[in-house]
């Protein structure tokens, strides 16, 4: 990347820096994130054919996915797919937006035909006038072609493979560049320090995946599945927690940047009060009522289906159980009244009593 582009985007990244500082504010509710390729789309594949993208890209976005879900029940984490079946692109951004999701992450693997590139670099969307980036773009794009033999006209006419095709991206107004930028940065600064540790850096490129998206998002580029020192940390399960959580940090970066109401979403489990909870007065202290309305041996994600689409669920911990709840109320009647209107959709649903996030007799 020359050097001019990167000095602009460093430009760009510095007055939103300052802007975030100065209280720029966004909501983060809910999370798309989008595991690239699947079902007869293998992405790129490893040189012996035997570790696929697609593979990488639905483990590391599941574990991403619980880790917001666990730590956030407030959080609503939409996911493009959670088994290994086809989804195309525009359905992807179709997602995010029906859904108007606060933040996009897609997922992939990088994979070329020289063995010698390695790490990590995250994409926002816009024209990349430097062409560097165009075989990686191209290729994550070509996709579409996998969609079917009208897909142009879920495009408007374009065609991954026609360099002519991506001028219509030039003169793209990205409202959430900003935010994006952000985000990739995050990502990059985490990223890099774990198992794979090349920084390629932040990049604009003509993703289709992004292109309509009307929220902040990025593309990761986890590493190369063509380079064998990848590959080795890739095709490892145990990197994918990793990678996740590392992901993770940064989606928590920049979510403390910008969501001015993170500290009242924010939810302790007993065993986890953090050092940024930790004088933080909530209502938790005191005795109070919640209704319960499942108990299960291991947490569950909060958009499964035993809960019903309810949003304000919680869970506490007794024993090896966990415990789902609704509501925080100062008396029992409050809580009976609540009760009520709640068994109309958990019939078991009963009332416990709550103190420093323990359940009391
Ligand atoms: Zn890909």
Redesign the pocket.
Known sequence: MPTRVLLIIFCILSTSFASAQEGSSINIRKVVIDA??GGRDP??VSPNGKFK?KEITLSVALKLGALIENKYPNIEVIYTRTKDVAVALNKRTEIANKNKADLFISI??NGVTSRSPSGSETFVMGADKSNSNFQVTML?NSVILLEGEDYQSHYEGFNPNDPESYIIFTLLQNAHLEQSLNMATLVQKHLTKGPIKVNRGIKQAPFLVLWKTSMPSVLIELGFISNSGDLKILANKNNHNTLASLIFDAFEEYRKKYDKGYNNLDYITPNQKSEEKGNQKTESNQIHYRVQILSVNKTIPFNSRELKGEKNVEYLKKNSLFKYTIGQYKTREEAATALKEIRKKFPQAFIIRVKNNTIIN
């Open positions: 690239g390729h992405g790129t993208e992939h693997v994550e």
